[in-house]
């Protein structure tokens, strides 16, 4: 068992672990070629997160030091309480223990979720995908250098070099304890684990986010917004989807046209309902459940709605719960909207790109949980804890 190490050893790896990876850029670029060109697949997004280049490197440091500034989140009093016997009462936020994450393509996770979980005194097992092995063993081994310069024990971050096979049996027999899991990909390996964990597992859902264009929107910013959050990053599971316009939106027409030809400029398929069917370009809808589709491609579905109300309940049904958005100039409609719409973040005259943990003033994110418990959206520093209570007494009998 690893004893807590105290915060000025804890942040004192976190900056050497940034000094390593600058130290060690050619080895990690190298080995990231390596799982690229060993890439076969034809999942753009796949191909988008296993890449790592000098802006990823970049965050990768930017992260560590960050965490590095950020304050201790444990030992935090959240409650106190005096007892009339005298007893003294007090609640405090304490580590889990051991996190395992699992997660696909993304080398960067190995960093970021790696240096919130030792951060926040967690040890953490990380199981990444067989595309970015090298990558992510490069950056374990780097790992193990920083805490070495510290004498901390290496099993603070632990790598788990395992086939699916061996994942199940790990998953449904521990070799060692496990007090939280968090799998970080596709509906398919969350269906995976949830289906075999023995402990308490944290949804790091899927997107799908839908933006309601109201009849008294902006449409200059409704179309600023819907092409930076389709476009900038088709990878992000912050990225949109679902665009549902009001039906006696001002100008739609013109709107619409306006709004495909910038997508086009970006090769993006526009998908349709019934509505729009007659937009050249386009295609109409064949299987309602594409509704439920999260795309990480370029591609987009336009719908319309007749009201308020039916946006909302059209984004509680077939939304993922990630991130919504409404464009309007209304504050009522955009307050009725955001109480309304059932999603980990909801926006006004924004764009979902924004839900990420360093957006959000967290200093990282190991996950965006589209869970309500424990902690819904980005899971922070802040939120990688659990607590415990601590009684003092001098005798007190009940």
């Known amino acids: 068992m690893s004893i807590l190490l105290n915060i000025q050893e804890r942040n004192a790896v976190l ?3 940034a000094e390593l990876i600058l130290e060690h850029k050619s080895e990690l670029l190298k080995a990231n070629i390596t799982d690229l060109e060993s890439y076969n697949g034809d ?17 990768m440091v930017l992260s560590l030091k960050q965490l590095a500034n950020e304050p201790d989140p444990l ?46 005194g967690n040890k953490i097992l990380l199981k990444g995908g067989k595309e ?18 510290h004498n901390c024990a290496k099993d603070w971050v632990t790598y788990l070099q ?31 684990v949830k289906q075999y964990a023995t402990c308490p597992v944290i949804i790091s859902g899927r997107g799908n986010n839908f933006v309601y264009i109201d009849t008294e929107a902006d449409l200059q910013m409704a179309l600023d917004i819907i092409i930076n959050a389709k476009t900038t990053k ?81 984004i509680n049904k077939y939304g993922g ?11 009522d409609t955009a307050n009725t909207f955001m109480q309304l719409v059932d999603t980990a973040a909801v926006y006004h005259n924004a764009s979902t790109r924004f839900t990420d943990g360093g957006q959000f003033g967290l200093g990282g994110e190991l996950a965006i949980s589209t869970d309500k418990l424990h902690q819904r959206g980005p899971i922070g520093l802040q939120h990688l804890v659990t607590n415990k209570w601590y009684i003092l007494g001098n005798g007190q009998i009940r």
């Open 321 to 331: 719960g990630h991130s919504a958005a409404i464009i309007t100039a209304n504050k």
């Open 15 to 17: 900056l050497t672990m």
């Open 43 to 59: 999942d753009i997004s796949m191909r988008d997160r296993l890449k790592v280049d000098q802006d990823k490197i970049d965050g």
């Open 75 to 120: 030992g935090v009093e959240r409650f106190a309480f005096t007892h009339d016997n005298g007893i003294q009462v007090s609640n405090k936020t304490a580590p889990f223990g051991t996190i395992l994450i699992i997660y696909e393509s993304r080398p960067d996770v190995t960093i970021e979720a790696a240096g919130i979980a030792f951060k926040s």
């Open 234 to 314: 088709i990878s992000a599971c912050n990225a949109l989807d679902k665009v549902l316009i009001a039906a006696n939106l001002p100008r739609k027409q013109q709107f619409v046209q306006h709004l495909m030809a910038e997508l086009k400029k970006s090769n993006v398929e526009i998908i349709t309902d019934e509505a729009f069917s007659s937009l050249e370009g386009t295609s109409t809808i064949k299987d309602e459940n594409i509704w439920y589709q999260e795309f990480l491609d370029y591609k987009i579905v336009f719908g319309q709605v007749p009201s308020l109300e039916d946006a909302i309940t059209k």
């Open 162 to 192: 395992f086939d699916r096979k061996q994942t199940q049996e790990f998953l449904e027999n521990p070799t060692q304890k496990l007090d939280l899991i968090v799998p970080r990909g596709g509906e398919r390996l969350i269906a995976f």
């Open 132 to 149: 970015s092995v090298n990558s992510n063993l490069v950056l374990v081994n780097l790992w193990h250098k920083a805490l070495d310069v």
